[in-house]
Structure formats: C-alpha cells, structure tokens
C-alpha cells in the first residue's frame, strides 16, 4: 500500500559507502561494540551535516524527520586491540580494549520529511556540495562514495524489513538463512534502555505496519512505535 503523509513531505534514498565505520552502542559510555547499520538519529544527523546544520538546530528538529537504513553488502567485521594508559598518583594503569569497526560497509540511507530541505539535500548530494563531511558514526572515519541519490514522493506501507532493523516490541518473527547475522542490541529513549533487532541476510516480520521507500524502513528518531 502506498501513501503520502503530507503534500508537504517526501522521501530520499541515497547509496552511502564507507572504507571504516563504527556505529557506536549507545548504552555503554566506554562501548567499544558498533551497531551494523546505523539508527536513525545518525541517519539525520550524517543528512543535516551535509546541510550545514547546527547540533542546536539538529536537535530541535530531528523529530520532524523518519529516517532508516538498509545494508546493501558489507566486506567484514574487524576487531582491534587498544591500549588505554589510566595515569594515576603513584602508578599507571593499563587496561586492553576490543575495538569492533565495520569494512567497506555500503548502505541505502533513506529520509522522510519537509519537503523544502528534502530538495535542498538532493541537489547538495547531486552536486557533491557538503557544507560539512559527514562521517561514519565517529569523526575518525569519512565516507568513501555517496550515489543514487532519488527523490521519493510516495511511501509504501509494510509488514516486512529486510536486510535492516526494527524495534524489538513490534517484532513478530525472524527468517534467517545459514548466512544470517543477527543483533539484539540496547539503545536509549527517555532515559531507559530498549531494544532493536538487526542483521544481515535476515527478515523480519512485524506486528505493525511501518512506513518504508525503496525497502528501506523509516522510523522516527527514537525508533518510537507506541
């Protein structure tokens, strides 16, 4: 089933590559995990960088926006150890850390809102006109390539995701294939832990219907469905 929302909004997808990402779990300060796709607060904020928003304006406004991600193929999964050197009275301490970064990770980015910085962002993209580089999740690591930006005037409404991710609580069921990797992982809404299910090579089916264009769901900034 397809919609509109409003004459007012429309829809973007867009295919992002990195070299390096890392998408940092949000409930642990020190978390060395990285989530596979990012969630869509990181969506909007890579789109609003391009733009040249402000964190101030980021803020305020990223609850009028949906956003979600699709994997398209990532080239693996690394581990690195890092050495942290704590300096104490008297004595040094030193700890080893696991550092988790995604290889040649390339997504489809998709965004829902006002249709004046929905056109302002694709003619950016089409004219590789960034006011700030947007980066993978942490500031050590930049995009490699951005293609296929589309403008999408209709949405579809589904039951399904696939190669993404969705809120534990509307979940229904998993379909998963020898080549199936799966995450359960926290994230933070008002303070308080949730959940989102993601993978690779997975699907899921869900209990509510969702907004989605080009396969690609879109959720509100914190993943709300309630």
Same mark, same amino acid.
């Given at each position: 089933?397809?919609?509109?929302?409003?004459?007012?909004?429309?829809?973007?997808?867009?295919?992002? @590559?990195?070299? =390096?990402?890392?998408? #940092?779990?949000?409930? &642990?300060?020190?978390?060395?995990?990285?989530? +596979?796709? /990012?969630?869509?607060?990181?969506?909007?904020?890579?789109?609003?960088?391009?733009?040249?928003?402000?964190?101030?304006?980021?803020?305020?406004?990223?609850?009028?926006?949906?956003?979600?991600?699709?994997?398209?193929?990532?080239?693996?999964?690394?581990?690195?150890?890092?050495? @942290?050197?704590? =300096?104490?009275?008297? #004595?040094?301490?030193? &700890?080893?850390?696991?550092?988790?970064?995604? +290889?040649? /990770?390339?997504?489809?980015?998709?965004?829902?809102?006002?249709?004046?910085?929905?056109?302002?962002?694709?003619?950016?993209?089409?004219?590789?006109?960034?006011?700030?580089?947007?980066?993978?999740?942490?500031?050590?690591?930049?995009?490699?390539?951005?293609?296929?930006?589309?403008?999408?005037?209709?949405?579809?409404?589904?039951?399904?995701?696939?190669?993404?991710?969705?809120?534990?609580?509307?979940?229904?069921?998993?379909?998963?294939?020898?080549?199936?990797?799966?995450?359960?992982?926290?994230?933070?809404?008002?303070?308080?832990?949730?959940?989102?299910?993601?993978?690779?090579?997975?699907?899921?089916?869900?209990?509510?219907?969702?907004?989605?264009?080009?396969?690609?769901?879109?959720?509100?900034?914190?993943?709300?469905?309630?």
């Amino acid at each position: 089933m397809a919609g509109d929302w409003t004459m007012e909004e429309v829809g973007l997808t867009v295919d992002v @590559l990195f070299d =390096l990402a890392h998408f #940092r779990v949000h409930t &642990t300060m020190k978390g060395r995990s990285s989530y +596979l796709l /990012p969630l869509p607060t990181t969506i909007i904020g890579f789109f609003f960088s391009i733009l040249g928003k402000s964190r101030e304006h980021y803020i305020e406004e990223r609850k009028n926006f949906k956003a979600g991600a699709r994997i398209i193929d990532i080239g693996g999964v690394c581990r690195e150890n890092a050495q @942290l050197l704590k =300096l104490k009275t008297g #004595r040094e301490d030193r &700890t080893t850390e696991e550092l988790m970064l995604l +290889l040649r /990770p390339k997504y489809k980015f998709a965004i829902w809102g006002k249709r004046e910085t929905i056109y302002l962002l694709y003619k950016k993209l089409n004219n590789f006109e960034f006011d700030f580089v947007p980066y993978a999740g942490i500031s050590d690591f930049i995009f490699f390539d951005i293609e296929n930006p589309r403008i999408h005037e209709h949405f579809e409404e589904t039951y399904t995701v696939k190669n993404s991710y969705a809120p534990r609580n509307i979940v229904d069921s998993v379909e998963l294939s020898e080549k199936s990797i799966v995450y359960n992982l926290p994230y933070t809404y008002s303070g308080k832990p949730e959940f989102v299910v993601m993978g690779i090579n997975v699907g899921f089916k869900l209990k509510n219907k969702i907004m989605s264009i080009d396969g690609v769901p879109l959720y509100d900034c914190f993943l709300v469905t309630r």
